[in-house]
C-alpha cells in the first residue's frame, strides 16, 4: 500500500486537494495509535485507515465533505451500544480524529518533510486541531478558529509555518522536539500565547521519525527471509557477513544495505558511530561461536530493543558458556533472546521469519506471545 504522506505529497504537488483524516488522541483498546492516518482524494482514492474498517465509511463522508468547505473537523468516535446502526467502534475503545484538507497551500512544508525523510533526518508537524471558547486570564482572540488547521513544520532547520503566535510557536516547537527524540507523535496543549496549562488550543504532533534498524547477521536463506519480514514490518534492514561470497545484494533484495565485514567489528563501529539506538533489532544467525560471541558480547552491552541468536538448545549452552567467561553479566544474558524466536512450530525459513518477527513485536509492545482466546481484557494494550 502506498504511504499516507508520500500520497498526499505526490497528489499535491499535482495540484490535487486531499482530506487527511489522523488519529490525534485514543482510550482503552482504540485499534490504532496516534498517528494512524487516511487520506481520500478528490477522485475518492482511498488510502490508509485509521480503524481498520469500524469507522472508515463515515469518515470517507466526513473527509469528502472536508475536501468541498476546507473547514477541519474534529471528530471522536466510540462505542455504540445504544443503536446498532450508528457508527462506532466494536472493539470497545474510543478516538478523536482529526479530519483537514491538505492543499497547494502545505507545499513548502510537504517538500520540506519529504527532503528530511530521504535524507534520514527526523521532522515533525504541529496542527491546531482544536481550540477552546475561553482562555482566561488574559483576552480571548476574537476568532479562535480561525486557528484550527494551522500548521508549524519542525525538520531540524528553521521551522516553516506559524500557529498563530510567536510564544505558542516557541513553546510548541520545543516540546514538539522532545516527542519527535523519542520517536512519537502526541498532543500538546497550551493557552493561546504558548501558556502551559490545559485549556486553549490543542496541538497533535506527527512525528516523522528515522525508521528503526534491524541489523541481520549471517548470510544464510533464513536471513533472507528475516530480511523481507523486517522490510515488511518497516525496519531499515541491514544484513552483515564476512563471507563476500555470500553476502551479496543479490540474494538479499529486501534489505537496504549488505555488509561484507565481520560482524562484532561491523556493529562496534555502529555503536560508536551513534548509529544504532534503543529501537534497534538484532539477529545473530551464524550459530557459528567465532562470529557469535564477539557479536554478543557488543549487542548485549548496549540497550537495545532486541537480541535475538538462532541455535539449538546444545549451541545456546556452549554460547552462554562463552559469553560468562567473557565477562558478559547475568542480567545482560537474560536479555538475549536464544533459541531466537515464538514457538510455532515452523520449519522453512519463512516460517521461522514469522516466529522471529513475532517475538519482536511482543517484545516492542509487551506481548505474551499466548494465543488470545486464552487472555482476558483488553487486545491492544496502550503503548
Do not use: N
Not at 99 to 122: K, Q
Not at 272 to 299: I, K, S
Request: some cysteine; overall charge neutral.
Amino acid at each position: 500500500m502506498p504511504d499516507v504522506f508520500d500520497e498526499a505529497h505526490r497528489r499535491c504537488r499535482g495540484g490535487e486537494p486531499v482530506a487527511l483524516a489522523t488519529v490525534v488522541a485514543t482510550w482503552r483498546s482504540a485499534p490504532q495509535p496516534p498517528g494512524a492516518t487516511m487520506l481520500v482524494a478528490a477522485d475518492g482514492t482511498v488510502t490508509g485507515s485509521v480503524s481498520g474498517g469500524c469507522v472508515e465509511a463515515d469518515l470517507y463522508e466526513r473527509a469528502r465533505r472536508v475536501l468541498d468547505t476546507g473547514a477541519p473537523e474534529l471528530t471522536r468516535y466510540g462505542i455504540s451500544d445504544d443503536d446498532a446502526y450508528a457508527v462506532g467502534l466494536t472493539c470497545g475503545g474510543v478516538l478523536d480524529v482529526f479530519v483537514e484538507r491538505v492543499d497547494a497551500h502545505a507545499l513548502p512544508g510537504l517538500d520540506a518533510i519529504a527532503a528530511a525523510r530521504r535524507d534520514g533526518r527526523p521532522a515533525a508537524v504541529v496542527t491546531c486541531v482544536a481550540a477552546d471558547a475561553g482562555d482566561p486570564p488574559g483576552p480571548v482572540p476574537a476568532d479562535p478558529a480561525g486557528r484550527l488547521g494551522r500548521r508549524l513544520v519542525l525538520t531540524g532547520r528553521q521551522p516553516t509555518g506559524s500557529l498563530g503566535d510567536d510564544r505558542l510557536d516557541a513553546a510548541a516547537s520545543a516540546d514538539a522536539l522532545g516527542l519527535l527524540a523519542a520517536g512519537h507523535s502526541g498532543m500538546l496543549r497550551y493557552g493561546y500565547h504558548g501558556q502551559r496549562r490545559g485549556c486553549g488550543v490543542s496541538l497533535f504532533v506527527t512525528a516523522y521519525a528515522t525508521p528503526p534498524r534491524m541489523i541481520v547477521f549471517g548470510a544464510i536463506d533464513f536471513a533472507a527471509a528475516v530480511a523481507r519480514i523486517g522490510a515488511f514490518l518497516g525496519y531499515r534492514v541491514t544484513v552483515c557477513d564476512a563471507r563476500p561470497v555470500f553476502t551479496t545484494t543479490r540474494r538479499f533484495p529486501e534489505a537496504d544495505e549488505v555488509v561484507v565485514q565481520w560482524p562484532h567489528r561491523y556493529l562496534r563501529t555502529e555503536v560508536d558511530a551513534g548509529r544504532v539506538d534503543e529501537r534497534t533489532v538484532v539477529c545473530v544467525l551464524t550459530h557459528d561461536p567465532r562470529f557469535d560471541v564477539p557479536l554478543l558480547e557488543v549487542a548485549l552491552r548496549h540497550p537495545l530493543a532486541y537480541v535475538g541468536a538462532m541455535g539449538s538448545r546444545r549451541t545456546h549452552d556452549e554460547r552462554l558458556k562463552l559469553l560468562r567467561e567473557a565477562g558478559v553479566s547475568p542480567a545482560q544474558l537474560a536479555r538475549l533472546a536464544s533459541p531466537i524466536g515464538l514457538d510455532l512450530g515452523g520449519r522453512t525459513p519463512e516460517e521461522t521469519a514469522v516466529s522471529v518477527a513475532a517475538q519482536i513485536v511482543a517484545a516492542r509492545w509487551g506481548g505474551t506471545g499466548r494465543p488470545l482466546v486464552a487472555l482476558d481484557g483488553p487486545i491492544h494494550q496502550l503503548g
